[in-house]
């Protein structure tokens, strides 16, 4: 039995894409483990699929100053002495890293063992874990054409980012259901990333009035933001948070407005659906969500308009002209070559782990 270890964390986003592996992984009867912090996001997400869990101390490099930034090194230290035992308990025969900082002494000590490793760049350019990482992988999946001239040459694959494939199995009739709405009338999906967004929320309510007219909208609006006065407006629904939904709410959607989160983004072009992208700003993040959403509006793909242009003069016509033309978006979305992640990167996994034992 060939034995993987994954590896990432820190956000949903570091962790989805190797959840969507599993169901392939396991297939082809890999012996699955996984590595992450003690206590973050991805230690849920990975105990609910029953994969066995290892923990390990996890520090964080920032680029300004913080009173962390003495004490985080010793974490990574202690990560990296956590990591080289865990490998020579488990001995794997590939590793595949997802990004965050918990993935960053696992994939340097895989080094140190000559343990191959394929990393998973989601952003147009890598973050700063992944820059620390690369030097030690075989090879670097991205999800932007843009993002090979930035890697090695020798590393570099363009893969698209794997996507949950319950996601591309929804029923619109369950949502209609769900929702209470006719069949007669296009849908919105309004996603503001997993937290929500207040700015997005806020410019979306302010034009219900009009889109309403138009449209019916399913709004995941993030916990602790629903708004109770509009409960009883028809043809709207809001929830803080959908699971098992999700899917149904995609396959009914007509077009949707989202953040531009790699991920988040990577799943609204395996289901071709077209999207507004509206990016979180400079001054809340590094700048990546932007180069994401420019990248898929060069591609066709998307439409993009930036926090400070959400007011209604732009907001609705935007909407509009995006529902007008769709199937403009839908076509240069099939001509993607981002698609079909998933059999690219365990090909790969699969090509590296061979190479592996061929050479010992």
Request: hydrophobic share 40%; with cysteine.
């Amino acid at each position: 039995m060939k034995r993987i270890i994954l590896t990432g964390g820190g956000t949903a986003g570091h962790v989805t894409p190797n959840i969507a592996l599993l169901p392939s992984l396991l297939d082809l009867n890999y012996d699955i483990h996984y590595i992450g912090s003690y206590d973050g996001i991805e230690r849920k997400l990975i105990e609910d699929m029953n994969v066995p869990y290892y923990g390990i101390s996890s520090g964080k490099l920032r680029r300004y100053f913080d009173i962390k930034n003495f004490t985080d090194p010793f974490k990574i230290l202690k990560g990296c002495g956590q990591a080289r035992k865990l490998l020579k308990q488990l001995k794997p025969d590939i590793v595949f890293s997802k990004g965050g900082f918990v993935s960053v002494p696992v994939v340097i000590t895989s080094k140190m063992f000559h343990i191959p490793v394929i990393i998973h760049e989601s952003d147009m350019t890598p973050g700063l874990a992944n820059k620390l990482s690369i030097p030690s992988a075989e090879k670097v999946c991205c999800n932007f054409p843009e993002t090979l001239t930035l890697l090695p040459s020798e590393k570099a694959v363009l893969t698209g980012s794997p996507i949950r494939q319950e996601l591309l199995s929804g029923n619109r009739v369950e949502a209609l259901n769900i929702c209470g709405f006719t069949a007669n009338k296009p849908v919105i999906l309004v996603i503001g990333g997993s937290q929500g967004s207040v700015i997005i929320n806020d410019a979306i309510r302010s034009i219900l009035p009009e889109l309403l007219k138009t449209f019916q909208v399913i709004h995941l609006c993030g916990q602790g933001k629903l708004d109770t006065s509009l409960s009883h407006l028809e043809d709207y629904v809001q929830f803080e948070y959908v699971k098992k939904e999700l899917a149904d709410f995609f396959a009914l959607a007509d077009i949707c407005i989202s953040r531009a989160g790699a991920n988040a983004i990577c799943e609204l072009l395996a289901l071709q659906k077209p999207n507004l992208l509206i990016p979180l700003s400079a001054a809340a993040s590094r700048g990546d969500q932007i180069l994401n959403a420019e990248s898929f509006k060069n591609q066709g793909f998307s439409e993009v308009l930036h926090e400070d242009e959400l007011a209604y003069t732009f907001l609705l016509p935007m909407i509009q002209k995006l529902y007008n033309n769709k199937n403009q978006y839908i076509s240069a979305m099939e001509k993607s070559s981002q698609g079909n992640a998933i059999s690219k990167i365990i090909d790969l996994i699969e090509k590296t782990t061979q190479t592996q034992k061929t050479k010992h």
